[in-house]
C-alpha cells in the first residue's frame, strides 16, 4: 500500500490530541511518529517549503532559493497567521524576505497544519486568508529508549548540500531530543543551463525539545531553536542578506483533568535580519539595512468535552493570549565623497495584542456536526523611536504616537456526512488591523513595481466576509472533491500612487501610499480527484482556478492563475516510484496597475522513487525533467525557477 503523503479533508476534520481539539482543513506530515522518518518523496533535502507547497491551498512568493513566503487563498502574509507551535514570531525584514517559516527547519517539524479562511486556530490573529501552524517534532515520553538518526542529501542543480542529525532519549518521566542540520546552495542554473547569479545561501539550524513528567497528570516542556542563515542571494531583489538569525524558546505546562486538557505556554523570540548590497557590481549607493523583531508572549489553552451520550457532543477549547512584539528597521545610505544618509525605515513599534478564541465542534449525530469558533483581540501600538515618529508625522501631521484598535472573527460551518459522500457550507467574518509595514513603513522600495512605498496611520481596519462551501464522494477505489470559497472585503489596504511625493530610491518610478479600497473581492475554486488503478497503482489530479478584483473591477495582484497537477503512484513492498507533470495556464488577467507582467503558460515533468529497509531508505529523483525555463506567477519580477535538477538523500536510523 502506497504511504500517504498528504493527510487532506475537504471538509472538517476534527484531530483530537490527549490536550487539545483542534479543527484542521489540511495536514502534511513531515515526519512520522515523531522520529525523523520523513514523508516527502524529497526527503531529508526537502525544505520547509517545499513540504508547504504539498497543501492544496497554499502557494509560495520565490525572490530567490531560500525563504519563500506562504500565500493562502490568494493572501499573502498580511492577511494570514503563521505560528510555531502556536507561538507568535514576526518577521524583521521590510521585503518580506524572512517568513516565519524560514526560521525552522524540515528536522524539527512533526506536520504542518492549515486553517483556510477565517477559522482559524485557537492562537490566530488577523487570519482572513487562513493560518499556518507548524508543529515541532517531540518524541515524547515512552517512545524508543534512545534513536538516532542521521541523514545526507544532494541536489546537483546548486550543488545543494544538506546534512543533519538528530538524537532522543525516552523515558517514562522524561525525553529529550536535539539535532543539528545544515543546508549549502551555490547558484543555480535555469532551463537551457543559464546560472542565475545571487541564488546562493548557508543555513545552519540547532533544536532541542524536552519533557519532564510531573505527575501523571502534570508535564512541563520546554523548546529551544537557534536557526542562521548567511550569504543568502536573491536574484529578484536589489540586496541579498548577510545574516538571517532566529532564536526561539518556548516552556509550557500542561495538566490533565478528566476529560479536560489545559496547556500554558510562554515564549521569548528575537529576529535579526541584515540587508546589505556589498556583493553587487555598479552599486550607485551603498546601503545597509537592518531589521530587529523581538517577541514574548504567553497563551492559555483549555479543552474539554461536553454532553454526548443522549445529546450532541460538544468539543469545546477555550484559548487566551497574549505577546508584546517590538518591531525596528532603519537604513543608512552612503554616497561617494559625501556624509552617510541615515533613515528609520520601522519607528521602533510596539504592539502589545491580547485575545480571546473559543471553539466549540458540535456532533448532533453520526450523520451531522457544527463548527462555531469566534476571536476578539485589543491591540495598542506605540511608536517608541523620536526619529522615525517626526518622519512620519511630515507627511501626516494629525499622526499621533499611540493608537488602539480591537479586531475580531466569528464563523460557523456545518457537515453532513453520509457512507461515501460529505458536505459542508460555512460563513464567516473577520477584521484585522493594519501591519507596522501599512501604517508606519518609510520609503520602502518594492522591487515588484518599482515604487516607493509609505505606510499610513489613518488606515481604518480592513474587514472580510467569507463563504465557502464543499462536497465529496469517496468509495474504495475512487474519490473525488470539490472545493470553493470567495472573500468579500471592506477597506482593503493596498499601496497607490501619490503624485504628490517624490521618490528616494534611485531608479524608482515614484510613491505609492497605502489606502483603504471601498472593496474588493478573492474567489478561490479547486477540483481533486483520484483513482486506486490497481493495487499497486494510484492516480490523483487537482485544478483549480482563483479571481481577484480591486474596488474598479481591476485585476488584484498575486493572484494564481489556472493551475494543475496530475500524479500516478506506484508501490510495491518497500519500493516506491512516481511521475508528476504540473503546471500553471497563462496568466492573460494580470494587475498592470499593481506592476505585474504576463506569465506564460507552463509544464514540468518530475520523476521519484525510494527504497526503504529498517534501518535505512534511500530517495532519488529528477525534477523539470525536459529542462524548460520558466516562470511561475509567483516568482517575484518573474526570476526563472531551476531546470533539471537531480537529488540524491540517504538516511540511517539506530
Known amino acids: 500500500m502506497l504511504e500517504t ?95 516565519v517559516t524560514s526560521y525552522v527547519e524540515s528536522g524539527n517539524l512533526q506536520s504542518i497544519s492549515l486553517n483556510s479562511g477565517l ?75 543559464e546560472i542565475l547569479s545571487y541564488s546562493q545561501f548557508s543555513k545552519v539550524n540547532v533544536f532541542a525539545n524536552a519533557g519532564l513528567r510531573l505527575s501523571d497528570k502534570d508535564i512541563l516542556e520546554s523548546t529551544l531553536i537557534f536557526d542562521r ?82 445529546g450532541a457532543q460538544h468539543d469545546v477549547a477555550v484559548n487566551y493570549d497574549l505577546y508584546y512584539n517590538r518591531l525596528f528597521a532603519d537604513m543608512t545610505m552612503y554616497p561617494g565623497g559625501a556624509a552617510p544618509m541615515y533613515m528609520v525605515t520601522w519607528p521602533d513599534v510596539g504592539t502589545l495584542n491580547t485575545g480571546m478564541a473559543v471553539t466549540d465542534n458540535v456532533s448532533i449525530d453520526d450523520f451531522q456536526s457544527l463548527r462555531l469558533s469566534g476571536k476578539v483581540a485589543w491591540q495598542q501600538q506605540r511608536l517608541n523611536n523620536e526619529e522615525g515618529y517626526r518622519g512620519q508625522k511630515v507627511f501626516f501631521p494629525l499622526m499621533t504616537d499611540s493608537y488602539f484598535q480591537t479586531t475580531g472573527r466569528i464563523a460557523a460551518s456545518y457537515q453532513l456526512s453520509f457512507s461515501k459522500s460529505e458536505f459542508s457550507i460555512g460563513t464567516g467574518w473577520g477584521s484585522r488591523a493594519p501591519t507596522v509595514t501599512e501604517a508606519y513603513g518609510y520609503y520602502l522600495n518594492n522591487t515588484f513595481d518599482q515604487y516607493d512605498y509609505m505606510g499610513n496611520p489613518h488606515l481604518k481596519n480592513e474587514s472580510a466576509f467569507e463563504l465557502n462551501s464543499s462536497a465529496q464522494y469517496q468509495d474504495e477505489r475512487f474519490s473525488v472533491g470539490i472545493d470553493a470559497n470567495v472573500f468579500l472585503f471592506r477597506d ?59 474596488d474598479e473591477d481591476g485585476p488584484l495582484p498575486l493572484i494564481s492563475p489556472v493551475s494543475w497537477r496530475t500524479e500516478l503512484e506506484y508501490g510495491y513492498r518497500s519500493l516506491q516510484a512516481r511521475v508528476e507533470v504540473k503546471g500553471n495556464g497563462d496568466q492573460t488577467d494580470y494587475a498592470a496597475r499593481y506592476g505585474e507582467t504576463r506569465t506564460p503558460a507552463w509544464t ?26 520558466y516562470s511561475s506567477y509567483s516568482d517575484w519580477n518573474n526570476i526563472p525557477q531551476k531546470g533539471r535538477n537531480i537529488y540524491l538523500n540517504i538516511t540511517f536510523e539506530l
Open 5 to 99: 503523503f498528504l493527510l487532506t479533508t475537504f471538509l472538517m476534520s476534527d484531530t483530537v490530541a490527549p490536550d487539545r481539539v483542534q479543527n484542521l482543513d489540511e495536514v502534511v506530515i513531515v515526519s512520522a511518529e515523531g522520529r525523523g522518518r520523513r514523508r516527502s518523496v524529497k526527503g531529508q533535502s526537502a525544505s520547509i517549503d517545499e513540504h508547504l507547497g504539498e497543501l492544496r491551498k497554499v502557494n509560495l512568493v520565490r525572490r530567490g532559493s531560500y525563504a519563500w513566503e506562504p500565500v493562502v487563498n490568494n493572501m499573502q502574509t498580511e492577511r494570514l497567521s503563521t505560528t510555531i507551535d502556536g507561538m507568535k514570531i514576526f518577521y524583521a525584514c521590510t521585503d518580506k524576505m524572512d517568513p
Open 119 to 193: 477559522d482559524g486556530n485557537p492562537q490566530a490573529t488577523g487570519n482572513i486568508g487562513g493560518s499556518l501552524d507548524l508543529k515541532l517534532r517531540k518524541v515524547g515520553f515512552d517512545s524508543d529508549p534512545r534513536h538516532f538518526n542521521v541523514s545526507a542529501g544532494h541536489e546537483w542543480n546548486g550543488h545543494l548540500q544538506v546534512y543533519g542529525a538528530d538524537a532522543a532519549l525516552s523515558g517514562s518521566r522524561a525525553y529529550l531530543n536535539t539535532g543539528l542540520f545544515y543546508r549549502d546552495a551555490d547558484n543555480y542554473r535555469t532551463g537551457g543551463g
Open 229 to 310: 542563515a548567511t550569504d543568502v542571494g536573491y536574484p529578484a531583489l536589489n540586496m541579498d542578506v548577510s545574516k538571517a538569525q532566529g532564536f526561539i524558546t518556548s516552556v509550557s505546562y500542561k495538566h490533565q483533568f478528566g476529560s479536560a486538557g489545559w496547556e500554558t505556554k510562554a515564549y521569548y523570540n528575537h529576529i535579526i535580519h541584515i540587508m546589505d548590497d556589498t556583493t553587487r557590481p555598479d552599486v550607485e549607493i551603498h546601503m545597509d539595512m537592518p531589521g530587529d523583531s523581538w517577541t514574548t508572549g504567553l497563551y492559555s489553552l483549555l479543552t474539554t468535552s461536553l454532553g454526548g451520550e443522549t
Open 492 to 550: 482593503y489596504i493596498i499601496g497607490r500612487l501619490d503624485d504628490r511625493l517624490s521618490a528616494m530610491t534611485v531608479g524608482a518610478e515614484g510613491v505609492k501610499v497605502y489606502r483603504n479600497l471601498d472593496n474588493a473581492t478573492i474567489a478561490n475554486i479547486s477540483l481533486d480527484a483520484g483513482w486506486q488503478l490497481t493495487d499497486r497503482i494510484v492516480w490523483s489530479g487537482r485544478v483549480s482556478y482563483s479571481l481577484g478584483r480591486d
Open 604 to 629: 514540468i515533468v518530475n520523476l521519484s522513487a525510494s527504497y526503504q529497509l529498517r534501518n535505512y531508505s534511500i530517495r532519488a529523483g529528477v525534477e523539470n525533467l525536459l529542462d524548460k525555463r
